[in-house]
């Protein structure tokens, strides 16, 4: 499926972050770095640009605030095919942190927002398109939707911003395929002006497929990560999506390299990928926290492996 | 997605009997066989009725045999809701391994064949139907098939036996969504008769999404394993097709129990699941065989997770 408006982003050390509060080493982020842009990767998100007032940077490490020194050090020297991206939350970032685009290696800034706080949203892309800066804004937990105010923020997207393009993001994991379609839909029937992304989590091990029928739907802005690298079951495998892309552009030797080198060793201190916890939440299309939790047992612990226990207090609090 | 002619197939120790030479201890399959009763799932198959001309004994466990006193032991004093199948490999078995219906508590033969050894399939199959079981036919290995061979071998399939379904087998997991849908459609198309079934790998993440689409497709026969356990990647999650079919007759709980107690414990001794290097098998559609060698090798053998070299290796054997 080579369509030339496709753009790849990888979101590893963003999306990865959320397990281990962005506490990975820098040598860690400058190889996978490194490896993405050789990859030809269109752009990386390599953290958050979120506030010192709302996380303590004792306890969060670099990549949960991206400083603009700590971004020039990381890209140095290596040739800038990949653009670079950073992601603030609506609601735990200020517009005060973000310089100029003059003074900074950054080229986009991705706006993670719930459709309750647009507003916040809306303002942020706009701080940040007003200084040079391409944006985006990315609806989180969109299984959980009001419809009708998912409608009225789709239009107001099109209307108030210059983002180039907005998210529909699976945080939970929870969608089929055929609700893809439905949002994929949806999406372009208000943004005529935008591209529609699509960011997908693998609690249901939907996530690669459900990026492969965005695709077909002719969404065009894509997240993955290295070996699917990110909160509970993680994310669409950048690998597995450069093996359907057919763009020649595309190397995945460096993506291999660094998944051999650098992300599988992470498993020893991250527990990421399919479980029977994270199917449950997904199914229930719950928020992961509650099996994230149960996996932080200790190992011989055996509520972590009773999982009709945990399905049926997942199952009665739903109700 | 309740249709009332799906049937639900679990062939947890049969696939996973690819793994470990079908050496699973009576405990653990009698655990499995009671749960899947349990949950109400329609076919169980639980091994290979394969010769012990070709399979020594003394190698290979219990499962890959099947002999009927066996079943008798293993199935004794539980509710049979769940309808007891075993599988046949057209090149490695022979008529004589099948007593008559009458005389075994098997219901269903499965015969597992290439297309170039269709000719066997079907006097295999026909041998099963004439002693009173139900039968299919699985052609594996479908995506490397010439079309027209196949176009032969349904058409055969259709007007010379009385199988209830006819089988695509995806054994190196190398199908995408677009795929299936050919080729449901094309098995749909030569067997007017039959209902079409699918058993997918999940190499590249895709046997669960796979089988969704086979099911929207209306193709009726589903297989699938315990928490994924099969050849490889495995196959597609039973836990996770639960979750779509709607049919209020399954129960997961079952289910979810016997994950925790008997299939988790088996990671200790078989590897299977997503990893770089069944992907990458899966990817350039071939056979996972090397994928498994690779892993099989010492933890701190470096060429484990040199996915590069492993990478170039299989891609230049295409050639």
């Known amino acids: 499926m080579f369509r030339p408006q496709i753009k790849v982003i990888d979101c590893t050390i963003r999306d ?3 397990m281990n509060n962005s506490n990975f080493t820098f040598e860690t982020v400058r190889a996978i770095y490194a490896a993405v842009c050789a990859a030809n990767v269109d752009i990386v998100e390599i953290g958050y640009r979120n506030s010192k007032e709302m996380f303590s940077p004792s306890k969060y490490g670099l990549w949960r605030f991206c400083d603009d020194e700590v971004l020039k050090r990381l890209t140095d020297g290596i040739e800038p095919h990949t653009r670079l991206a950073v992601m603030q939350d609506a609601h735990k970032a200020v517009p005060e942190d973000l310089l100029p685009k003059s003074e900074s290696v950054v080229d986009m800034v991705r706006i993670a927002t719930y459709v309750k706080d647009i507003d916040k949203a809306i303002m942020l892309a706009n701080n ?6 391409q944006a985006t804004i990315n609806f989180m937990a969109i299984s959980h939707v009001l419809e009708r105010e998912l409608d009225e923020a789709l ?13 529909l993001v699976d945080s939970f994991g929870a969608l089929y395929s055929e609700d893809v379609d439905y949002l994929v839909h949806k ?6 002006t935008k591209e529609v992304g699509v960011h997908f989590h693998n609690q249901q091990q ?10 077909i739907k002719n969404a065009n802005y894509l997240d993955g990560t290295l070996y699917g690298l990110g909160r509970a079951a993680g994310n669409c495998p950048l690998e597995l999506l ?3 892309l057919k763009n020649p552009k595309f190397d995945l030797l460096p993506l291999l390299g660094v998944i051999g080198k650098e992300v599988l060793p992470l498993q020893k201190s991250i527990q990421w990928g399919y479980s029977v916890p994270y199917m ?11 099996a994230i939790k149960l996996q932080s047992l200790p190992e011989d612990d055996p509520r972590r492996t009773d999982f009709v226990a945990f399905f049926e ?4 609090e739903d109700a």
């Open 128 to 133: 940040a398109t007003e200084k040079g800066y």
């Open 155 to 167: 239009q107001q997207v099109e209307e108030e911003t210059d983002v180039v393009a907005c998210y």
């Open 313 to 316: 207090k997942m199952a009665s």
């Open 187 to 192: 999406f372009q029937r208000y943004l005529k």
């Open 206 to 215: 939907l996530a690669y497929a459900n990026t492969i029928e965005a695709i």
């Open 16 to 18: 990865g972050g959320l």
């Open 242 to 244: 450069f093996g359907f």
């Open 280 to 290: 449950i939440a997904g199914m229930l299309n719950r928020h992961p926290e509650a």
